[in-house]
């Protein structure tokens, strides 16, 4: 049996991105009734909403499902005291080194499941307990590392033992088969369930994702140390202007204010942070949650067969 399917008690080896905003009690609760882990995203949330969420989950699904609780919000401490207290199966971490509360996580009988984006951070964690690592490449959207999901998974596969969950740029089964060859034992998805029926977000959001081209989703905020990819719009050209003016640190910081919440509520496409991927160029549709998670699985034999063909 995958190892990640049997870890987290899933019928499919994938895991549902935790985007900001986006990642609800209902897309979480449709992706773990799907067969994959859902995650709701406790993003800058503070602790009671958080735990309203997890309870609202637990009426949508019985089925396991996790949070993701992003390590850089004040809230942070008081936001991981509920995830124990409520005790989803896992918990996906980061923005940081969440070290100091994994031995009360796993007392707590809850997964552990670091998003890192180097080879240095991968080890650091496995020593500290965590019962496996999501490997996230450059091209995932929101807050991203530097090394590109191809050239970060195999390297992470080769230096830990815990299983590997490849994560940035899987569009579909193609990205699955490439997933597994590179040595992970799963991967996570966030863009493309965005435009899933189950995913509240504004439709104004899923159809920006469904329109964008190869070269839309870019990069901002990289004179800040803070990058994120999110689709071409007016408010990424003016970071753009900003970072090439030499804008403070502050001044860049405050034109994203409320951006997410721009983009998902009021389907603001022009000043809302639209954040995606690399792979919205190949989301083309909206569809239930199930029906997305199947399309990543159903028949990949018949693709390893054509790579045998054509070696």
């Known amino acids: 049996m995958n190892r990640l399917c049997e ?17 609800t009690a209902e897309l979480a609760a449709a992706v773990s009734n799907g067969g994959g882990l859902g995650l709701i995203a406790a993003g800058g949330a503070p602790a009671d909403v958080v735990r309203e969420q997890i309870q609202k989950c637990r009426k949508l699904t019985d089925k396991p499902f996790g949070v993701n609780v992003m390590l850089m919000s004040p809230f942070a401490d008081e936001v991981m005291r509920v995830v124990i207290e409520e005790k989803p199966a896992a918990v996906a971490t980061g923005a940081g080194n969440p070290g100091k509360y994994i031995p009360e996580l796993k007392a707590a009988g809850i997964k552990v499941l670091p998003v890192i984006a180097s080879v240095a951070l991968a080890k650091r964690m496995e020593k500290m307990g965590a019962d496996a690592v999501i490997a996230e490449g450059t091209e995932a959207g929101g807050h991203i590392g ?3 999901t191809m050239c970060l998974t195999p390297q992470v596969a080769d230096a830990v033992s815990v299983p590997v969950v490849c994560a940035g740029g899987i569009a579909d089964r193609r990205g699955v088969v490439a997933a597994f060859a590179l040595g992970a034992e799963g991967i996570q998805v966030g863009t493309r369930f965005i435009c899933s029926d189950e995913c509240i977000a504004h439709d104004n959001y899923k159809q920006a994702v469904i329109k964008a081209k190869d070269r839309d989703a870019v ?6 140390g803070a990058p994120v990819r999110a689709l071409k719009n007016k408010l990424t050209n003016e970071y753009a202007r900003l970072e090439k003016e030499g804008a403070s640190f502050e001044e860049i910081e405050q034109l994203g204010v409320g951006g997410l919440r721009r983009a998902f509520l009021d389907g603001d496409t022009a000043t809302g942070s639209l954040m995606a991927g690399q792979s919205a160029a190949m989301v083309n549709e909206i569809l239930p949650c199930a029906e997305i998670i199947e399309s990543y699985f159903r028949d990949i034999d018949d693709i390893i067969d054509t790579i045998k063909e054509n070696i």
Request: proline share 4%; hydrophobic share 45%; aromatic share 8%.
């Open 146 to 148: 530097e090394i590109t």
């Open 219 to 224: 990069v901002t905020g990289r004179s800040t």
């Open 7 to 23: 870890l987290l008690g899933i019928k499919y080896p994938i895991i549902q991105g935790g985007m900001a905003w986006v990642a």
